[in-house]
């Protein structure tokens, strides 16, 4: 596959993050996706969230599968390190990358073909051990690189391009990863970027596996009346369970104001945030009122979005595992290899 490199033009005027950085240093080559395809736009706003988190590129795994999601980590980061693994399997290779190098921040991208059809034992695992990464599911509902087959999160009684309804009840990703244990689960849509941005970095910030399902209409196969994932439909039943914001680690800023409330805060660097408290009662930390929530919401044909699960104090995997705190890669040949006598005590504790 050839790639184009994008031009780099100096605009009088462009802001650096504190690593004095330009948003163009968190790009990577031209897109070769369908013109108006949502996973450009979830690009677009992982290099608005890792410029603004100011993370060097070179501290970024970015992990991948196939599809046409698989293809997207070429458009973002260019000075991170990269791997296109076979289909269904980033999570295993992420899990490798991260027990070598726990220092790594690891951002997986997939599709619901890619997560929830023949790798979706892989997602669970993943999920289950509270990997520490970014775990991004593009989501269109169709195979866009086998011309548009449903896949496995295509709702029942949706329609194809060429008329074929739907008969399966289809998997729907943040339930799942709510009820196997996950620590964070959220869902956006391509088209609401401030949202994304904030819920990629709330993500990226995040102690553990975070999982976030982002609704990517496919222009070419998915797009049309009759597709529950289509632009006009998610528009139309777009339903926000919370308002949600992300403020960086940093001296604690307090604010008090009521229920339904609004309220201007400024951060640390000077710029205002509008909050707004939710009114509905929603609780993102009980896991059963969750599911309970979004089956009811389901059933009315709404598409919930905004940070749906959070428990930050569930342990990732290298507390679980208890690894040890130095990267492999930064380990004596005598820690990594203790001999002979070692090996055969493991042993014998296994018989």
């Known amino acids: 596959m050839t790639y184009i490199a994008k031009p780099k033009i100096d605009l009088p005027g462009q802001r ?119 775990y991004i599911i593009e989501n269109n509902g169709v195979y866009g690189l086998t011309k548009g087959q449903f896949s ?53 910030m995040h102690p553990g596996c975070a999982v976030i399902d982002v609704v990517s209409p496919c222009v070419t196969f998915n797009n049309h009346p009759g597709s529950t994932k289509s632009y006009t439909y998610t528009r139309h039943h777009y339903h926000q369970a919370s308002q949600t914001d992300f403020v960086p680690p940093a001296s604690e800023i307090t604010a008090s104001y009521a229920a339904g409330e609004s309220k201007v805060v400024e951060l640390h660097d000077g710029s205002k945030l509008i909050l707004k408290k939710a009114d509905s009662g929603y609780n993102p930390t009980n896991r059963s009122g969750v599911l309970r929530y979004l089956e009811q919401q389901r059933t009315r044909g709404e598409v919930v979005t905004g940070l749906l699960f959070i428990n930050a104090l569930l342990p990732e995997m290298h507390r679980i595992y208890g690894t040890a705190n130095t990267p492999m890669k930064d380990l004596d040949f005598d820690k990594l290899n203790p001999g002979g006598k070692a090996l055969a005590k493991l042993q014998g504790l296994m018989r």
């Open 16 to 134: 650096s993050n504190k690593l004095g950085l330009l948003r163009r240093d968190y790009e990577g080559v031209l897109s070769t996706l369908c013109a108006g395809c949502g996973h450009d736009s979830i690009t677009a706003a992982i290099v608005e969230a890792f410029w603004e988190l100011s993370i060097p590129p070179e501290k970024v795994i970015k992990l991948s599968g196939i599809g046409c999601s698989s293809k997207t980590p070429a458009y973002f980061l260019s000075g991170a390190h990269g791997f296109n693994s076979v289909h269904g399997r980033m999570p295993s290779v992420a899990t490798g990358a991260l027990a070598g190098n726990r220092d790594l921040i690891c951002i997986g991208v997939s599709g619901d073909g890619d997560s929830l059809s023949i790798g979706f034992g892989q997602f669970g695992h993943a999920v289950r051990r509270n990997i520490n990464m970014l």
């Open 152 to 204: 496995a999160s295509a709702d029942k009684g949706s329609r194809a391009k060429k008329g074929e309804i739907n008969q399966w009840k289809n998997i729907d990703s943040v339930s799942t990863a709510i009820s196997m244990g996950g620590s964070f689960v959220a869902r956006s849509f391509s088209g609401d970027r401030d949202q994304l941005v904030t819920l990629i970095k709330a993500g990226v």
